[in-house]
């Protein structure tokens, strides 16, 4: 059951990423609009995640885990009966923060429940466990949406969230709230609004030219204020919100880091794939949706690596998953707009590998010399800066796709002129006529699909970037330790 509630939050994650262009249509939004949909979902969870703690020794686990659920699932609900973009980036963004602390709160209850011997098999099948979900649901969802509309795919999630919330309250057992965490208000809405600055400026940049914009000038401001309260008040107040002394632990602090970079890189594609496969290469939804689904099979196969992998030096695996993805990062790159769906598949396979083997490794060495004590709030940073690193880097991405389509655009087009003799060739211009306006307005079509498709090059080269990055700084992670 545990489990069971975990799952649903992924499951939505990449239900959500396959209906972008559905949704997009509806609301008659922009590439950049529809992507808050995914963005500001991610970023209200990664600011509620530090919460998990407080909110469990306040009421308890049993309480904080079971209501969350059933908060997430009254709020998936909303978001499939929104009827604008607003009401819409609203409902998502209280589905992100009120299943906060499912995750983290899941991962605590099993590595509390287990020594430590087992844990590497547990957190095992605990990612094998959620991937199930991941498979199945961008499938169904994919096919609903195509059969009917985009807001079955939210609906259909709504009986197993009732399931889950009625097998939590019969299974987990029962637990006294300590309630001896005070909630440090001032460091919490401090990152709060830090972080919720930095997105706005990376979500509504592009659109407002960046730093000629008052808005953005503004939210800088605040944002680089705001993290400086955070910080001065974290080193001097007694019980900070987040206790940056846990950074002084050399694993836990590269794991961080790491998990951050894996947080880039693990929704960033399903986020910039349907729309470019919709809108440019013309894949069907429920072909996307089998496209993603790919990517939750590899997961589970990663996973079942990992078991292995495991029993050796943790950075064996992170080694060989980050080069995944980095190879996964190349093939993207190297695609076109004639791309079938069967080399697509085969990417997002290699991607869910990738996933899977480095989350396992990744997780054993950040908390390997973690004591019992700070592990609730260690695991709470996790997440936050894992979510936090999806958010950011989505936004940086389908901002650089909107940036370099608009200007591959405009250079593309000057080539279309009376003066270009290769638009003389019948075999060059092909079905195109530069001679009518109908002609005109094909050719500008295809320059459109080819211009998008330098921009989303560009994005999964910021992709590669990332994963190659991580690389270097695995070296420095230390071996297996006993915790303190």
Same mark, same amino acid.
């Given at each position: 059951?545990?489990?069971?509630?975990?799952?649903?939050?992924?499951?939505?994650?990449?239900?959500?990423?396959?209906?972008?262009?559905?949704?997009?249509?509806?609301?008659?939004?922009?590439?950049? *609009?529809?992507?808050?949909?995914?963005?500001?979902?991610?970023?209200?969870?990664?600011?509620? %995640?530090?919460?998990?703690?407080?909110?469990?020794?306040?009421?308890?686990?049993?309480?904080?885990?079971?209501?969350?659920?059933?908060?997430?699932?009254?709020?998936?609900?909303?978001?499939?009966?929104?009827?604008?973009?607003?009401?819409?980036?609203? #409902?998502?963004?209280?589905?992100?923060?009120?299943?906060?602390?499912?995750?983290?709160?899941?991962?605590?209850?099993?590595?509390?429940?287990?020594?430590?011997?087992?844990?590497? $098999?547990? %957190?095992?099948?605990?990612?094998?466990? @959620?991937?199930?979900?991941? @498979?199945?649901?961008? %499938?169904?969802?994919?096919?609903?949406? *195509?059969?009917?509309?985009?807001?079955?795919?939210?609906?259909?999630?709504?009986?197993?969230?009732?399931?889950?919330?009625?097998?939590?309250? $019969?299974?987990?057992?029962?637990?006294? =709230?300590?309630?001896?965490?005070?909630?440090?208000?001032?460091?919490?809405?401090?990152?709060?609004?830090?972080?919720?600055?930095?997105?706005?400026?990376?979500?509504?940049?592009?659109?407002?030219?960046?730093?000629?914009?008052? *808005?953005?000038?503004?939210?800088?401001?605040?944002?680089?204020?705001?993290?400086?309260?955070?910080?001065?008040?974290?080193?001097?107040?007694?019980?900070?919100? /987040?206790?940056?002394?846990?950074?002084?632990?050399?694993?836990?602090?590269?794991? /961080?880091?790491?998990?951050?970079?894996?947080?880039?890189?693990?929704?960033?594609?399903?986020?910039?794939?349907? =729309?470019?496969?919709?809108?440019?290469?013309?894949?069907?939804?429920?072909?996307?949706?089998?496209?993603?689904?790919?990517?939750?099979?590899?997961?589970?196969?990663?996973?079942?690596?990992?078991?292995?992998? &495991?029993?050796?030096?943790?950075?064996?695996?992170?080694?060989?998953?980050?080069?995944?993805?980095?190879?996964? &990062?190349?093939?993207?790159?190297?695609?076109? /707009?004639?791309?079938?769906?069967?080399?697509?598949?085969?990417?997002?396979?290699?991607?869910?590998?990738?996933?899977?083997?480095? #989350?396992?490794?990744?997780?054993?060495?950040?908390?390997?010399?973690?004591?019992?004590?700070?592990?609730?709030?260690?695991?709470?940073?996790?997440?936050?800066?894992?979510?936090?690193?999806?958010?950011?880097?989505?936004?940086?991405?389908?901002?650089? @796709?909107?940036?370099?389509?608009?200007?591959?655009?405009?250079?593309?087009? *000057?080539?279309?002129?009376?003066?270009?003799?290769?638009?003389?060739? =019948?075999?060059?211009?092909?079905?195109?006529?530069?001679?009518?306006?109908?002609?005109?307005?094909?050719?500008?079509?295809?320059?459109?699909?080819?211009?998008?498709? /330098?921009?989303?090059?560009?994005?999964?080269?910021?992709?590669? $970037?990332?994963?190659?990055?991580?690389?270097?700084?695995?070296?420095?992670?230390?071996?297996?330790?006993?915790?303190?």
């Amino acid at each position: 059951m545990v489990v069971m509630g975990s799952t649903l939050y992924a499951t939505t994650l990449l239900i959500a990423s396959t209906l972008l262009p559905q949704m997009q249509g509806t609301m008659s939004a922009t590439q950049d *609009e529809i992507a808050w949909a995914m963005t500001f979902n991610i970023l209200a969870t990664a600011v509620m %995640t530090p919460m998990t703690g407080w909110l469990a020794a306040r009421f308890g686990r049993r309480e904080t885990m079971t209501w969350s659920v059933l908060l997430f699932t009254a709020t998936t609900f909303m978001c499939g009966a929104s009827n604008s973009l607003e009401t819409l980036i609203l #409902w998502r963004v209280l589905q992100g923060a009120l299943g906060a602390p499912v995750i983290p709160l899941s991962q605590t209850i099993l590595l509390d429940a287990f020594p430590k011997r087992q844990q590497g $098999l547990v %957190t095992s099948i605990f990612g094998m466990a @959620v991937v199930i979900g991941p @498979v199945i649901g961008p %499938t169904l969802g994919g096919l609903l949406s *195509e059969l009917y509309s985009w807001r079955w795919a939210f609906y259909m999630i709504v009986p197993v969230g009732l399931i889950s919330f009625i097998g939590l309250r $019969l299974t987990l057992p029962a637990d006294r =709230p300590t309630g001896r965490i005070a909630l440090d208000w001032t460091g919490f809405l401090s990152l709060s609004v830090a972080i919720a600055c930095v997105q706005l400026v990376l979500s509504r940049g592009q659109r407002l030219d960046w730093f000629d914009s008052g *808005e953005i000038l503004i939210e800088t401001f605040v944002a680089i204020l705001a993290f400086w309260i955070f910080i001065a008040h974290s080193l001097t107040a007694r019980r900070p919100f /987040l206790n940056l002394g846990l950074l002084r632990d050399r694993n836990y602090a590269l794991g /961080l880091v790491l998990v951050m970079i894996y947080g880039m890189l693990n929704f960033t594609p399903m986020v910039l794939l349907p =729309p470019l496969l919709q809108q440019h290469a013309g894949f069907p939804d429920m072909l996307i949706g089998e496209i993603i689904a790919a990517r939750g099979v590899g997961a589970t196969i990663g996973f079942f690596i990992a078991i292995f992998v &495991g029993r050796m030096d943790p950075r064996i695996g992170l080694i060989g998953g980050f080069a995944l993805q980095v190879i996964s &990062g190349l093939w993207l790159m190297a695609l076109d /707009l004639n791309v079938d769906a069967a080399t697509l598949m085969a990417n997002s396979l290699v991607q869910g590998i990738a996933i899977g083997v480095i #989350w396992v490794p990744l997780t054993l060495a950040t908390f390997a010399t973690t004591s019992s004590a700070n592990l609730a709030e260690g695991t709470a940073v996790y997440h936050l800066l894992r979510n936090i690193g999806s958010s950011f880097f989505i936004s940086i991405c389908v901002a650089e @796709v909107v940036r370099a389509s608009s200007a591959n655009y405009s250079r593309l087009v *000057e080539m279309v002129n009376p003066f270009n003799r290769s638009l003389l060739l =019948p075999w060059v211009t092909g079905a195109w006529d530069t001679e009518t306006v109908t002609g005109l307005a094909k050719l500008s079509k295809e320059i459109s699909r080819q211009a998008a498709m /330098l921009g989303y090059i560009n994005a999964f080269g910021l992709y590669t $970037l990332a994963s190659a990055m991580a690389i270097p700084l695995i070296l420095l992670v230390g071996g297996r330790s006993r915790a303190r």
